[in-house]
């Protein structure tokens, strides 16, 4: 079992920035890879960014460029940061982590204002 904690959600203003975090616990030895899909409203879930045990790193075409991902191997938490954001990045985002399942955090709220 793997269990996720994400923080760092909120509203701003388009162009500004946002960094969320997801903490995780439990048979974390296990996790292959960790990352981020959101939801907006009426639309289905999409992956944003994706990465690896080995640290490679996958993107969202509407997202390169403006977000990275990361992780710190010490703290167990995997990192979004989210820069020059756009109303259009509204929505749910979601950590996950894939062992051979896939666990889900609980979900934290972004919004971006016009």
């Known amino acids: 079992q793997v269990q996720l904690v994400e923080s760092g959600g909120g509203l701003v203003q388009a162009g500004e920035s946002l960094r969320l975090s997801c903490a995780a616990s439990?048979?974390?030895?296990?996790?292959?890879?960790m990352g981020w899909y959101r939801q907006a409203p009426g639309k289905q879930r999409e992956l944003v960014a994706d990465i690896s045990s080995g640290s490679s790193t996958s993107y969202a075409d509407s997202v390169k460029g403006r977000f990275t991902i990361s992780r710190d191997n010490a703290k167990n938490t995997v990192y979004l940061q989210m820069n020059s954001l756009k109303p259009e990045d509204t929505g749910v985002y979601y950590c996950?982590?894939?062992?051979?399942?896939?666990?889900w955090g609980q979900g934290t709220q972004v919004t971006v204002s016009s």
């Open positions: 996950y982590a894939r062992t051979h399942l896939v666990y």
């Open positions: 439990g048979s974390i030895f296990n996790i292959n890879a």
